[in-house]
């Protein structure tokens, strides 16, 4: 499993510099120098095929990882054995810094689709965030973030509220990569979305139908088309972005 | 004042002679032809795992086959199994609850079954205590949809129900009958070997309305042996007499070289080809002047049921039962020969009982073969689906639907479809293709422009042909 984090450093074409995810990601606020510097520590690693696991829970804390392409999830795992998605990852975000505290993965990751990352290793990081206070204050940030998401997920909301909000902060997400924020498709399965906002799947299935039935989405398979971003936003009590 | 209303058919004679070629009927695309046994059991589970993770997934259309027959009708060249022995259909019916069990456990539960159709074969060999028992078990291994949204549809053999049988069926809650009727002449029947009365097909059709079946069709045949326009016109009158909200208008396809029964059918009893065109032109003009209306291929309907209605505000669909009215749903065959459609894929069961019996015994789904849809297989069957049904194509939206550029995408089908708009078929403008009402004759015509599998050879190909003739 781990294997797949077997890496070399980064080729050109993994140059911050050069990445489209370079205004999300950590090199936010960087100059060309400091970007150098940051990319000589990334490591690539090899595409992961859909279900391919990152790592997993247990695993003892090396990297912090930034994905590049496609999407991952983070799975704990209850004593009772039960599956909980506490996040899906999109392109220029973080994942991995959950273990920074307890130096093991708190959580497994595994790959939606065929998607890619950056790994970082985390030491080097720590280390070059000292001298980089770009960097120290572009960490602090995404985790700053991540407190706040799951913050929100802790408020107590009905199942509308949940599917509407989650909708509405993926849209935003999306907007934010340049992606339309209207239109996009949903890689992770029903069954995860369910899993993530604590529902049943034939609640979410029951609630894309009323929403759709009520002019606020059209849905085409697993393709989203949001018509009344409005009225989602009101719905989602704009809890998560707004 | 006094103006002799046109025949709905006036001048088609020509364009009949120009397109009756050997072509497919669409009611898949790929159709059959295509299914190879590189597909397998993984494929299909696959496929219905997909589907169960779409945002608001399909609700499921079951297709349950009984291959059981009493007797043999002579064109018939569907899967059957001539026999007497109950015994027979008692064994069957204890794999096809075994399939429905492996079925069962690859659909979420939010998959309501929304349709139940019983084709054959002969449906009614069953009595109505198996039937109920099949019912059981769809109920213990699926969710069923509120009884007021369930269709609940079965092809009858008239030889096979007495009234009290039939009864019995119709309080099981079948609203959809169809009734095969093929024709009403004494030596047509004869030489088919399929002898029933009128009065028994009116007692059903009786039976049935007092018991609130909202829909009845009648199947009746062209080109069968023995008839002629006189005689046909006569199995009309009493067709219409009847007033079924649905008929399905089937062509007679003579391929004794692929359906061994049809040789006991005497090439010389059967009407020629311009005596054919002839009765099938007589039929469309007098079920329209009836109050029919035309829905394509085979169909004629009411103008209230809702096959009619739903030609009209687009929500017709085409499926392996010929033309439906409902939303799109993913279809699942159970028994031999059942041919499913789940997500992007067909697949169809073994034909053959004993392989059928031995599949299910190992626990696995009896798929003998079937097919993954591609891209491109996925835009053409939509764009098929749309002709056939609506058609109307408007290229921007169905750009929109399928993230194609129509004009680039269909570049060369586009322009031979000027032939069948020369001929008045179809109707291509800067925004739309739209099937004239005259074009809704030669769907097949028109579909074939599309199937990338369909080639020259297949309209040349005379001696051995892969499908039927289109008129």
Redesign the interface.
């Known amino acids: 499993m781990a294997n797949q984090i077997a890496s070399s450093r980064a080729p050109s074409f993994l140059k911050c510099s050069q990445c489209s995810l370079g205004n999300l990601c950590l090199p936010v606020g960087m100059n060309n120098q400091d970007m150098g510097e940051l990319e000589s520590i990334i490591d690539s690693t090899s595409p992961y095929n859909d279900d391919a696991p990152v790592y997993t829970a247990g695993q003892s804390f090396d990297k912090i990882f930034a994905v590049k392409s496609g999407m991952f999830k983070s799975v704990i795992v209850d004593s009772l054995g039960n599956d909980h998605i506490t996040g899906f990852h999109l392109p220029g975000e973080l994942f991995g810094l959950d273990a920074i505290h307890s130096e093991k993965y708190t959580s497994s990751a595994v790959s939606l689709g065929t998607s890619s990352l950056c790994a970082i290793e985390y030491k080097e990081l720590e280390h070059l965030s000292h001298r980089l206070p770009s960097l120290q204050h572009q960490l602090m940030n995404l985790m700053s973030k991540e407190v706040r998401t799951s913050q929100s997920l802790n408020v107590d909301l009905t199942a509308e509220q949940k599917l509407a909000g989650f909708l509405v902060a993926l849209s935003s997400r999306y907007k934010q990569r340049g992606y339309s924020e209207t239109r996009f498709h949903l890689v992770m399965p029903r069954r995860d979305i369910a899993n993530h906002l604590n529902m049943a799947p034939e609640t979410v299935s029951r609630l894309f139908k009323r929403f759709a039935n009520d002019g606020l989405l059209e849905i085409n398979r697993t393709d989203l088309t949001i018509v009344n971003m409005q009225a989602l936003k009101e719905m989602s009590g704009c809890l998560s972005v707004c | 004042m006094s103006s002799v209303p046109k025949k709905a058919t006036e001048g088609l004679e020509p364009l009949l002679n120009k397109y009756d070629v050997y072509g497919p009927r669409y009611t898949s695309y790929p159709t059959a032809l295509q299914f190879n046994e590189a597909f397998t059991e993984e494929d299909y589970i696959k496929q219905a795992q997909a589907s169960?993770?779409?945002?608001?997934?399909k609700p499921l259309s079951l297709y349950i086959h009984i291959p059981f027959c009493k007797s043999l009708c002579y064109y018939c060249g569907c899967n059957k199994i001539v026999t007497h022995k109950s015994e027979a259909a008692d064994s069957y019916l204890d794999y096809l609850f075994q399939e429905t069990q492996l079925q069962g456990q690859h659909f979420?539960?939010?998959r309501l079954v929304q349709q139940i159709h019983f084709g054959g074969g002969t449906p009614t060999y069953l009595a109505a205590s198996q039937l109920r028992e099949i019912m059981e078990v769809i109920a213990q291994n699926f969710h069923l949809g509120l009884p007021d949204t369930l269709e609940l549809g079965i092809e009858i053999d008239p030889r096979s129900v007495t009234l009290e049988s039939l009864t019995d069926l119709l309080n099981m809650g079948f609203n959809r009958i169809s009734i095969g009727v093929q024709d009403f002449d004494p030596d047509v029947q004869q030489a088919i070997n399929r002898i029933q009365s009128y009065e028994s097909i009116k007692d059903i059709m009786d039976t049935a309305r007092a018991k609130n079946v909202n829909s009845i069709s009648l199947d009746i045949i062209y080109g069968l042996p023995k008839q002629t326009r006189k005689s046909f016109d006569d199995t009309l009158d009493q067709v219409i007499a009847l007033r079924p909200d649905r008929i399905a208008l089937y062509n007679y396809a003579h391929m004794p070289q692929r359906i061994p029964s049809q040789r006991l059918i005497h090439t010389s009893d059967l009407p020629g080809a311009d005596e054919k065109m002839r009765i099938f032109l007589d039929s469309i003009d007098r079920l329209t002047a009836a109050g029919y209306v035309y829905i394509g291929m085979d169909h004629f309907a009411l103008p209230d049921d809702s096959l009619a209605t739903s030609l009209s505000d687009g929500g017709l669909q085409r499926n392996f039962q010929g033309y439906s009215t409902h939303a799109e749903c993913d279809v699942i065959g159970l028994g031999v020969s059942a041919i499913s459609r789940i997500n992007e894929s067909y697949s169809q069961n073994i034909g053959v009982l004993s392989g059928y019996k031995g599949m299910v015994d190992h626990g696995n789904l009896p798929i003998q073969k079937g097919l993954n849809l591609s891209a491109d297989d996925t835009v053409r069957a939509g764009l098929i689906q749309e002709l056939m049904c609506s058609g109307l194509v408007i290229f921007s939206d169905f750009n929109e639907?399928h993230d194609v550029f129509f004009h680039h995408y269909f570049k060369p089908e586009l322009v031979k479809l000027g032939d069948l708009a020369d001929d008045g078929l179809l109707e291509v403008t800067e925004i739309s293709i739209k099937v004239t009402p005259k074009g809704r004759l030669f769907l097949r015509n028109i579909a074939m422009t599309f199937d990338a599998y369909f080639t020259q050879t297949d309209l040349q190909n005379t001696e051995e042909p892969r499908y039927s003739k289109t008129i």
Do not use: C, S, Y
Request: proline share 10%; aromatic share 0%; charged share 30%.
């Open positions: 169960n993770q779409h945002l608001v997934p979420a539960d939010d639907r």
